[in-house]
């Protein structure tokens, strides 16, 4: 026999109606059988989607979890968030070219073509979790250009895009 919780992690929808019908059934009447269908639904969909299989491998072919992810919007704004963080401390390296040397520019550099991967990119579903996986993918090859690139010797420019690729992560030592 299944439970409750099993159904909606098979079948969220068969679940839904059959909990609805069994409402109905038990004599509280169709109205509030509709009415546990219409308050029900937005939750067993997030159930599903987040069923989703998240996690991309990296170059050692390790699985990195990404964060849940609902709608490619949820995806631009998270990494939006990263970016400025990123062009902030760009900006302020810049600003102090005399002790940085040349670190504000490779970092704004970096923020440059990640905005232009981002931008490049075009969510070809509503769902959140594909344009995050190929977000983190098209990152994770950003970073093996950037390593054979000897246009950066001292790594800034990896940092950064380090920094905006961890911020789809799902990370146990954050704010998850």
């Not at 919780?5 to 909990?19: D, G, K």
């Not at 038990?26 to 639904?41: D, F, T």
């Not at 998240?54 to 990404?66: E, F, N, Q, S």
């Not at 990123?86 to 550099?109: C, F, K, M, S, V």
């Amino acid at each position: 026999m299944r439970t409750t919780s099993s159904l909606f992690a098979t079948a969220p929808f068969a679940a839904l109606i059959t909990l609805s019908l069994r409402c109905w059934q038990s004599g509280c009447g169709i109205a509030h059988a509709v009415l546990v269908l219409l308050l029900s639904a937005p939750q067993v969909r997030r159930r599903a989607l987040v069923r989703w299989p998240r996690g991309t491998p990296d170059a050692d072919g390790r699985v990195i979890l990404l964060r849940p992810f609902f709608t490619a919007a949820q995806v631009r704004a998270r990494l939006a968030d990263a970016l400025a963080v990123e062009a902030r401390t760009a900006n302020q390296h810049q600003a102090d070219a005399q002790y940085w040397g040349p670190t504000g520019a490779i970092e704004l550099r970096a923020i440059d073509e990640i905005q232009d991967l981002i931008l490049s990119l075009r969510p070809h579903t509503a769902h959140g979790g594909k344009f995050a996986a190929l977000c983190h993918a098209g990152l994770g090859t950003m970073l093996a250009q950037w390593r054979a690139d000897s246009g950066d010797p001292d790594g800034f420019g990896l940092g950064t895009i380090h920094s905006v690729r961890r911020a789809l992560e799902l990370r146990g030592d954050r704010d998850d």
